[in-house]
Each structure stands twice: as C-alpha cells, then as structure tokens.
C-alpha cells in the first residue's frame, strides 16, 4: 500500500534545526517503513530562508533529498476559497490529494486545515499510528507506489509532451525505440498501440490469411489466438507442458503433421506464450519451425525482461510482441505495446501497417495497415519508468524466491528452468484441486490478500472460438490447470508482505487437507 506523509513547515523546521529529538525519531521511523515523504513545492522557499536565518549551515540540502517534492498546478490555487484562514494549507491539501495511495499531512501547527476529506492532518503524537493503521493491506500489485518512487521524473517527462504539443509519434517515440532496441537486443522495435495490434501487426506482414492455421496454446490471455481470427486465419490449439504452462513443442510437431496433411489448412505459423513472465521452450520450438519452414511470433507480453539462455525476451521468435499495459513487467498508464525483430523487411512493413499502410508518406497506401501507434505521452511514461526496470527486475526475482522458498513443500511453485529466469507477472501456484483453491482464495480475502486466477477457461471452450469445432477434453492439461492455478499477489515493492501471505497460505491449505 502507498502511503505518503507531507511533511508540512513546522515539522520540517524542528527536524533542521534538531530542536525535537522525537521528530528526528520519527522521520527516521517513516523512510524505514518505506513510507513516501513528500515536502510542498508551495513551502520550499519559505523553508530555505527561514532555516538559514535559523541555524548556519543548517542540512537543508540533505533534507531536501530525503523527500520528494510535491508540486502544485494552478488549478489548485483556483480552488482554494478567498475567505479560506490558512489559504497554503488548503493548497497543500489540494496537492496532497493527487497523490495515489493514503496520504496525510504531518503538522504540529493547530490552525492547520485540510480542504479535502481523504487527506487529513496529524501531528507527532498520531502519526505512528496512522502509519501502523495504513500498512496492512496487500495490493495485488502496487503501481501506485511504483509511481511515487519516480513521481518527480513522470511528470518533468509529461510537461515535457505537454510543452512540445507532438502527441502523435513526437520524439519520446524514437527515443523509446532506441531504449528498447539497446534493452532488447534486436535490430528494430516498434512500438505501438497495444501487446495485440503487436500481435496482428506481424500476422498482417506474412500476409497470413484465410486457410492458413497458426499453432498456439489454449492456455493464454484471448489476445494471442484472437488476432489469428481477425485475419481470417484458423488458430489451432497445442496443450501445454505441465511444468511450465507453455506449449508442449512434442504436441506442436504433431500437431504441425496433422494440419499438413489436411487439404483445408496449411501450416503457416507459431506463436508460443510466455506464459506469466517464463520464456516457452524456444530451441525445441525453432527446430520445428526451421523443419516446417514456419515464422515463430513470441508473445513475449507477460516475459519482457526474462531472459532465455542470455537472450532477452522478446527477441526469441522471427518477431516478438509485447504488451505495455499498465500491469504488465513494464507496463505505461494505457494501452501500448512494442513488435521486436532483426528482419529489416519485416520493420519496414510493420512501420507501414503501424500508420494506415503507409509508403512515402501518410497519403500513399500501399497496403490496407491500421491506426496503431503509440501515444508520445506512453511512450514518456515508459522512457521514465525503463531507467528502473532492471532493478525492478531483480526486486520481482527476490519476491519470486521467497515465495518458492516458504511455499514449496504445500503447494506446487513455479518452475524456472536452468539458464531461464521469468519476468514474474505472476507469481501462479498450483493447488490440489478447485475446491481446496476455492478455500485458499476465501481464507485469503479474509486476511486481505487478493488473488487472481489465470486464466479460469482455456481458449478452446470459450464461445469465441467455438466455430473451431473444439471441445472439452481435447486439451487435458489446460483444462486441469486451470482449475488449479492461483496467482498470488507480485510487484517488486512486495518483500516485506511476502513471508505474511505465505504463512497465510500454508496455514490455510494445511487446514483443507486436515493436517
Ligand atoms: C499473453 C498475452 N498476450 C497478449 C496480450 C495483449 O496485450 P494488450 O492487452 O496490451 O493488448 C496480453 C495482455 O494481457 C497477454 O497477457
């Protein structure tokens, strides 16, 4: 949960001028709690001169980063009554409440009044308590306090769209490409509006159409089978490995074979998933594609940042698609996505079917393409939040680790194998059956840890696909998992909860099963 104290005048005075020792304790409970601490832009000079006149040399400048700046629009100032007594206080108020999360004004000044009801104000003798009060719950992931962490950068990257006014495929998009590329390891990323147009955008470029049949897991987000549809393709279901959830490259060579000797189908691509942050088998799947001369499309959309054998997702398949939405490993705050391939024909086309089909220019189309860029205002979001993924990364792999160490023994973890790591978009176990995962996601929500589960009803019987002729019993692994499968909650800021879910956990399951 993110929680945010703004430190007001009299509070930050005390603790420059060392005139409060219990102040001192308490700003320093509050940064080992991880508790956000936010100083006005309103209050900043105020507080410069009246600590110099106070105390010479007085730590100003550490103290300045020690917190986060809040600052103020001018819409606040608009909103602030005339006749209001304490017209600064109000404009903290204002600005305090557009933090995401719980946030509190920390003040020992008693005239002091907040203007908005969601954020109150507490002195020294409270604000333990309201921190304590605040700390218990668990988000299933936490992109509110993500956003805080890196606040200041947001919005200097978001003015800096908002000033330069070129929302549509303005610099940040280039910028981003050439992050990506460098982060990736190919030779081209594009982005653009989403982790499905990533999808289709490939499938469009083969020319991949009606008669064509494109092997994929039922086990995966509807995305990755739907663009087949929207092509007029034919997407045949491949069961998945039990280990790993991913397609099982044994079933997809059979597969493959018996799709080649239909004379309504031909062959004409894979996509494997890497389902949950874990890349999917690709030395096995690229030795069928190369026997059955078959492009390879990763759905790297849950996997961007897992690494395969050295090799960055995303740049395991002939293209790889991700997706950017906002709960993914790097996801912005709306729809994006991103296509990755070293084939430069391949770019060339993709950039085209990114805007309308384009040749030399928006006004020569050359072929039928989409509307399906990426917003400049993504794109600053994502440059912002890139510079710290890889430490975000490692922070999900610690989660991850703990998790596997408390829980493995109860119930069945995730398996990463060797010369793999996952992304961990989620951190899924395996229960015995439904109704103990039933028990588990009820015990659970009593102690306030939310679950999700991925996904309850594989592809193959979701009404959607059910032209295909498929029907329950044709994938068995897919449908066994999926009424087992539980996704725990999993964000890099999550290590302090982890050791409280999976006692929750093990207590709850040891209970079904009557240990
Ligand atoms: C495996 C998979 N493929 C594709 C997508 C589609 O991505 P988007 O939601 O960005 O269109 C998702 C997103 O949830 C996904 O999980």
């Known amino acids: ?16 001028t060392s005139r409060n020792s219990k102040t001192q304790e308490l700003f320093k409970y509050l940064k ?25 040399g ?89 956003q805080l962490i890196m606040r200041e950068e947001l919005e200097q990257r978001i003015f800096s769209v908002l000033s330069h006014g070129q929302y549509i495929l303005g610099p940040e998009i280039k910028e981003l490409e050439k992050a990506l590329r460098r982060f990736v390891g190919t030779k081209h990323a594009i982005v653009c509006s989403s982790g499905t147009d990533a999808l289709l955008m490939p499938l469009m470029a083969w020319g991949i159409g009606p008669g064509d049949a494109v092997f994929t897991a039922p086990f995966t987000f509807v995305a990755t089978a739907e663009v087949v549809s929207l092509i007029g393709a034919t997407p045949v ?4 490995d039990p280990q790993t959830f991913n397609i099982d490259p044994i079933k997809l060579e059979a597969s493959i074979e018996e799709v080649s000797r239909r004379s309504d189908l031909r062959p004409r691509a894979i996509i494997p998933v890497d389902l949950f942050g874990l890349p999917a088998d690709y030395v096995a799947i690229w030795d069928i594609a190369k026997r059955w001369n078959l492009p390879v499309l990763e759905d790297a959309a ?24 906002p709960a993914k490993p790097l996801g912005c705050y709306g729809d994006g996505g991103a296509v990755f391939t070293n084939d430069d024909q391949l770019a060339e086309k993709l950039l085209s079917i990114r805007v309308h089909g384009k040749g030399k ?60 790591t996952s992304a ?70 999550l290590a302090d909860k982890v050791e409280y879910i999976a006692e929750k956990v093990v207590k709850c399951v040891k209970m079904v099963r009557g240990k």
């Open 1 to 16: 949960m993110s929680l945010n104290v703004v430190i007001n005048d009299d509070v930050a005075l005390e603790l420059l």
């Open 32 to 56: 080992e709690k991880g508790v956000n601490l936010w100083y006005p832009i309103v209050s900043a000079p105020d507080l410069c001169e009246k600590s110099a006149e106070q105390s010479e």
């Open 58 to 146: 007085s730590p100003i400048t550490s103290f300045f980063d020690s917190v986060k700046i809040l600052s103020a629009i001018g819409n606040h100032w608009k909103r602030v009554p005339e006749t209001h007594p304490h017209r600064r206080g109000a404009l903290i108020s204002l600005a305090a409440a557009e933090l995401p999360g719980k946030t509190v004004i920390w003040s020992n000044d008693s005239s002091f009044e907040s203007l908005v009801n969601s954020v109150s104000v507490v002195n020294s003798d409270g604000i333990k308590e309201w921190v304590e009060q605040g700390d218990s719950q668990v988000p299933f992931i936490d992109l509110g306090y993500q």
């Open 237 to 240: 279901f491949v069961d998945i």
């Open 302 to 325: 849950q996997s961007f940042g897992a690494l395969y054998h050295g090799k960055r997702a995303g740049s395991l398949g002939t293209a790889g698609a991700t997706s950017f939405f």
């Open 361 to 420: 220019d928006k006004y020569d189309n050359v072929r039928t393409g989409l509307n399906a860029r990426l917003d400049t205002i993504q794109a600053a979001i994502l440059l912002t939040k890139l510079k710290y993924f890889a430490g975000e990364l490692e922070k999900r792999e610690k989660v991850a680790r703990m998790y596997s160490e408390l829980l493995t023994g109860h119930v069945k973890t995730p398996h990463v194998p060797d010369g793999l």
């Open 424 to 493: 961990w978009a989620q951190y899924s176990i395996l229960l015995k059956n439904e109704y103990e995962r039933e028990q588990l996601i009820n015990a659970l929500k009593k102690d306030g840890i939310p679950t999700a589960i991925y996904y309850p009803k594989p592809l193959h019987i979701q009404e959607a696909f059910v032209h295909l002729g498929y029907k329950m019993g044709d994938f068995p692994l897919s449908e066994d998992i999926s009424k087992r499968i539980l996704s725990l909650p999993m964000h890099p800021y």
